[in-house]
């Protein structure tokens, strides 16, 4: 996502602090550490095993404390998987999966339930790759549904492949048409990636189908990244420290993800 990388800043220890005091202080911080060590959380969605973001702190993007199962995810009876943004004790929680397999090039389909123009105004849906090694900008090829915090302006989709602020890399379409479930797609090629999304779950429609919602071809070669992320689902708040604006959905209903290896 955008600015999803997030900094960790480590206090240093004032000189002339002696061995004594290190190792009191030392002692005395062992079992707040332990309480901010938080279990790794995985499920099982798509026929494929994904991890649970849970965090104690707020993290980028955004600022968001990531709730992790039965909080921020949610793993539906129907075997749909949910993200959310919801609050409990007074503090927001977002939610993100990490498919657990790297991907490359290949097709890519995300079909959502939930209609992403209905969403609050201060929430992001990421569907996107990222890499955590810095070559290619994390390899990131995003998916966005946002209206990225601004009460006066509608949800929009955009596909962006990073970095999103140089010229032609991102691709901005109006979500208005859809109603109902629809599919998230594209197709990375070396060179190349394809974007597409149209109503309902059937195969990509033809070019020209009244079905499309949107495509936007990518082919600045350079600038493609190359294999191998992970793919990575999330909603949280564009401005972590301000809460939604009650003006929409705070939750996504995603029935299934399709990763088709290229031949």
């Known amino acids: 996502m955008?600015?999803?990388?997030?900094?960790?800043?480590?206090?240093?220890?004032?000189q002339g602090v002696s061995i004594l005091g290190f190792l009191i202080a030392l002692v005395s911080a062992a079992p707040l550490r332990a309480q901010e060590t938080l279990s790794r959380q995985t499920l099982?969605?798509?026929?494929?095993?994904?991890?649970?973001?849970?965090?104690?702190?707020?993290?980028g993007p955004g600022g968001n404390v990531f709730g992790g199962k039965d909080l921020g995810v949610l793993?539906?009876?129907?075997?749909?998987?949910?993200?959310?943004?919801?609050?409990?004790?007074?503090?927001?929680?977002a939610g993100e999966v990490t498919?657990?397999?790297?991907?490359?090039?290949?097709?890519?389909i995300f079909r959502l339930r939930t209609a992403p123009?209905?969403?609050?105004?201060?929430?992001?849906?990421?569907?996107?790759?990222?890499?955590?090694?810095?070559?290619?900008?994390?390899?990131?090829i995003d998916i966005e549904f946002s209206a990225w915090g601004s009460p006066n302006l509608p949800v929009l989709g955009q596909y962006v492949i990073q970095p999103?602020?140089?010229?032609?890399?991102?691709?901005?379409?109006?979500?208005?048409?859809?109603?109902?479930?629809?599919?998230y797609s594209f197709v990375w090629i070396e060179g190349r990636v394809d974007f597409s999304s149209w109503l309902g779950y059937g195969p990509r429609p033809k070019g020209g189908s009244p079905d499309i919602i949107a495509a936007w071809s990518f082919a600045d070669a350079p600038a493609v990244?190359?294999?191998?992320?992970?793919?990575?689902?999330n909603l949280y708040l564009a401005n972590?420290?301000?809460?939604?604006?009650?003006?929409?959905?705070?939750?996504?209903?995603?029935d299934s993800f399709q990763f088709t290896p290229a031949k």
């Open 75 to 93: 793993l539906n009876q129907d075997g749909s998987l949910t993200l959310r943004v919801f609050q409990k004790d007074g503090i927001w929680h």
């Open 240 to 254: 972590g420290d301000r809460p939604p604006l009650g003006r929409g959905a705070l939750s996504v209903t995603i």
């Open 99 to 108: 498919l657990q397999q790297r991907t490359g090039y290949g097709e890519y």
């Open 164 to 183: 999103y602020q140089d010229p032609g890399h991102l691709f901005s379409f109006d979500l208005s048409r859809i109603k109902g479930p629809a599919s």
């Open 225 to 233: 990244p190359r294999p191998s992320p992970n793919v990575h689902m």
């Open 2 to 14: 955008l600015g999803r990388s997030s900094v960790f800043r480590r206090g240093s220890w004032k």
């Open 44 to 59: 099982r969605f798509s026929d494929r095993q994904w991890t649970v973001r849970q965090t104690a702190k707020p993290e």
């Open 117 to 140: 123009g209905e969403l609050d105004p201060n929430l992001v849906l990421g569907l996107f790759t990222y890499s955590g090694a810095s070559a290619y900008h994390h390899r990131e």
